[in-house]
């Protein structure tokens, strides 16, 4: 099956793409497509940061099954405001 | 009109105020979070050029619109909740937040209700900002919130 995935911030700088299509087996989870993302697109790092995964615009953890189409997203920690100290 | 915005458009704290002003509303407490110019650090007052706001548009909708869902759990009274990030390149003294609570009268919450919403926005929103300053730039993270970590299972990842 197809996913969507996409990256922002920093992600998306250093792998030089916003979105691309990745072909996984049917019953992956969102620890599935991490471990194939990591291996189709090693110089992310992806197993040696700290970020966020998305799927379909929800916070999700590793143990979630994906489906067909399913957007995951993966992001650094939010830094929006701009007027609190940081 | 929307309530829970992200844009590339310059945002007047008057403008979102209106959004949520109501017959039955006394008071409206306002937020801006502006981009400062100068930073004070242990290592003497950094400056700054500019910033570069990026969202993921369709997630930081949804989740301004839980947050407000949350105020109005945790104060009752609250009618209206409007919060609006900017995106794209903001100079120095511009705006990049503007939230606007609406409440019956002064007391029922709003001016908590504005705080909370920028502590959860920065906690939970997916919105990033570059820092641009004369000779670099750097995109600035967030604490982590443990709760929404993923990871591959490598130590020290938190």
């Known amino acids: 099956m197809q996913i969507r995935v996409r990256l922002f911030a920093t992600l998306r700088q250093q792998a030089g793409w916003a979105q691309q299509l990745l072909d996984v087996p049917a019953g992956t989870t969102l620890d599935g497509a991490l471990a194939a993302i990591d291996s189709a697109y090693p110089s992310l790092a992806i197993g040696r940061r700290t970020f966020y995964a998305a799927v379909n615009q929800e916070y999700a953890q590793g143990e979630q099954l994906l489906r067909e189409g399913d957007e995951v997203a993966l992001f650094p920690p939010v830094s929006g405001g701009g007027a609190v100290a940081e | ?158």
């Open chain 2, 1 to 158: 009109m929307k309530l829970f915005e992200i844009t590339a458009q310059p945002l007047s704290l008057d403008e979102v105020a209106r959004r949520v002003v109501r017959p039955d509303c006394g008071a409206v407490a306002t937020f801006a979070g502006v981009v400062r110019g100068t930073t004070a650090t242990q290592e003497g007052v950094r400056g700054t050029d500019f910033l570069n706001y990026e969202a993921y548009t369709e997630m930081a909708e949804a989740l301004l619109a839980r947050i407000a869902a949350e105020i109005q759990g945790r104060w009752p009274k609250v009618v209206a909740v409007s919060i609006v990030h900017r995106v794209g390149r903001l100079e120095i003294g511009e705006s990049s937040v503007v939230i606007a609570v609406a409440a019956p009268h002064r007391g029922d919450g709003c001016f908590e209700a504005c705080q909370y919403a920028i502590e959860r926005l920065k906690a939970i929103v997916p919105i990033w900002k570059e820092e641009n300053w004369a000779d670099g730039q750097v995109w600035v993270e967030g604490p982590r919130q443990p709760e929404l970590v993923s990871h591959l299972g490598v130590p020290g990842a938190l």
